[in-house]
């Protein structure tokens, strides 16, 4: 009876292990790499209006810039997210022609910076960029979050053609805050082109 027991013990024990892999396996499938993340990743112009975002799924998004390095840790991004169809719409109407580049998209992400923070000591200016590290900060937080949309299988458009005073407005965003991009969220309609980038040699220098 006791080697009966010990017996089932080990078929179970087995039976766990490869039971543990088979899921481990199916994740990691699930889950793109990073270079995956990184040559997939384009500009979309065509969204898929019948695949919708949540708000639980933005909020991931969002989660994840949290992560993306800032003057001092000082963290000045700010998101304003269009969910409802009301202020989808609205949002759409104040980025000039990529309106009609954007119908599919269900999301609209306005993002900002809070002034005065990256790039100064004790309200003053460190060096010559000045408040050029805030929109450098909220660069590096847009980074995160695109690359992050892809990994969940979403797609981005960052647009630099926006209403500032209209968004404004729409959102209640304070003076204290710069407005920088309007980011599209949504689904692919089709395989967009892969740009053509420069070579490695015209952008970087060794020495």
Request: net charge negative.
């Amino acid at each position: 009876m006791k080697r009966f027991c010990i017996f089932s013990s080990l078929v179970a024990a087995c039976l766990l292990t490869a039971c543990s892999k088979q899921a481990s396996e199916q994740v990691s499938s699930a889950s793109p790499s990073f270079d995956e993340v990184l040559k997939t990743r384009r500009s979309v112009r065509n969204f898929d209006a019948s695949k919708t975002i949540s708000a639980d799924e933005v909020r991931q998004l969002l989660i994840a810039t949290q992560e993306a390095p800032s003057w001092a840790n000082q963290q000045p991004s700010k998101y304003y997210v269009a969910l409802s169809q009301e202020k989808v719409d609205a949002v759409r109407d104040l980025i000039g022609m990529n309106k009609e580049r954007t119908m599919g998209a269900t999301v609209f992400l306005v993002s900002t910076f809070e002034t005065g923070k990256s790039g100064f000591f004790r309200g003053e200016a460190t060096n010559e960029i000045g408040e050029g590290w805030g929109a450098y900060d909220n660069g590096l937080s847009n980074a995160y979050l695109v690359l992050q949309a892809r990994a969940m299988g979403f797609d981005t458009l960052i647009m630099g053609m926006r209403d500032s005073n209209g968004l404004r407005s729409l959102f209640a965003i304070p003076e204290t805050e710069t407005v920088m991009a309007v980011i599209a969220l949504g689904y692919r309609a089709d395989e967009p082109n892969q740009p053509v980038h420069r070579e490695l040699d015209e952008i970087a220098s060794f020495y």
